[in-house]
């Protein structure tokens, strides 16, 4: 029978998930040689090439993929043990390390961690603010017990290394200075700010996101601003420099711009939390999972528009 190494199994899966070797050092705080060393070592014992060289960098062989494969079953049934064996060990007590894209730490996982320690004193949590593809990474590398990311920026469903729960499906409003002229309409559509200068990120996703939103609404979006965080962009929105689409989770949030939401058109972005797999009933991770999953299903709220908008030749540049 083939004598299996795990650690140099480890070595390889994150290669799989760095790409070079010298990031699979750098994450598991080894030199560039011990890694080649130890996965030329891993090689022999099973008695099939696992790189090949490609240029100046290396590939998986097919091998190597078939190894991963059944090895990715392995780590899940260890993550399995670990958790029953800390369930032993600690009883309800523990830490969660918790990797969260920025909007959802306010709405989504300081509620729970509030919750939880009414319901789990003996559970406590460590929050490290990670853009959301950012999460998957920290997640994948162990950095991270838990990543609360958006299902554009996950891996596919089928991936055998991660659980994941879906959370909220978090609609995209419309945010509108608080004299611009459809501020107090009964419906705004996003075809109706076609002829608006608007606020969002100059690259990235949520510049991809904001123009396929207004593409399906039949036009280009003219930009007037770039931002990439919410609170700039709503202080330009608030002082009538544009309008901008921004997630429900940081449009709760502000005091000043007009947020309307979109019936018709009501573009949507996926929060989704991830563990590893086989941690998910950990006696610290399961009860985070289940108090994100009541403050997901609250309704996240929308402030209402004003009673008495104001008249459009006060309302700045975007009120006409």
């Given amino acids: 029978m083939t004598d299996w190494d795990i650690k140099k199994l480890r070595i390889l899966r994150t290669l799989a998930d760095r790409g070079t070797v010298t990031a699979t050092a750098e994450a598991l705080h080894m030199t560039p040689s011990a890694v080649s060393q130890q996965l030329t070592n891993l090689a022999r014992q099973l008695g099939v090439p696992l790189l090949e060289a490609q240029g100046r960098r290396v590939r998986l062989t097919d091998a190597a993929h078939l190894v991963l494969r059944h090895a990715q079953a ?3 049934q260890l993550e399995r043990a670990d958790a029953e064996l800390a369930g032993y060990r600690e009883g309800e007590a523990g830490e969660v390390r918790v990797g969260a894209f920025p909007t ?9 961690v509030v919750a939880l320690r009414r319901s789990h004193p003996g559970v406590s949590v460590r929050v490290r603010e990670a853009e959301a593809a950012e999460a998957y990474a920290l997640l994948a590398a162990g950095e991270v017990d838990l990543a609360l990311t958006l299902a554009a920026h996950a891996p596919t469903a089928r991936d ?3 659980s994941r729960v879906m959370l909220v499906a978090d609609p995209l409003d419309v945010a509108l200075p608080p004299g ?3 501020a107090g309409a009964a419906e705004v559509r996003l075809s109706d700010l076609a002829s608006d200068p608007w606020i969002y990120g100059g690259s990235g996703p949520w510049s991809e996101i904001t123009r396929a ?6 036009f280009v979006p003219e930009q007037a601003h770039a931002a990439a965080g919410w609170t700039a962009i709503l202080s330009m ?3 009538g420099m544009g309008v901008a689409l921004v997630p429900r989770m940081a449009a709760a949030r502000t005091a000043g711009a007009v947020v309307r939401a979109l019936p018709r058109d009501r573009p949507t972005r996926h929060v989704l939390a991830a563990t590893r797999a086989g941690t998910a009933s950990s006696p610290a991770v399961a009860p985070l999972l289940t108090a994100l999953r009541r403050t997901a299903a609250r309704e996240l709220p929308l402030p209402p528009a004003p009673q008495a908008p104001v008249e459009p030749d006060e309302a700045g540049p975007t009120g006409a």
């Fill in 160 to 162: 055998p290394r991660f």
């Fill in 237 to 239: 929105v608030e002082a």
């Fill in 74 to 76: 392995v780590f899940a």
């Fill in 213 to 218: 939103a207004c593409e399906a609404a039949g």
């Fill in 104 to 112: 959802a730490i306010p709405a989504l996982v300081v509620p729970a």
């Fill in 180 to 182: 611009h002229r459809l």
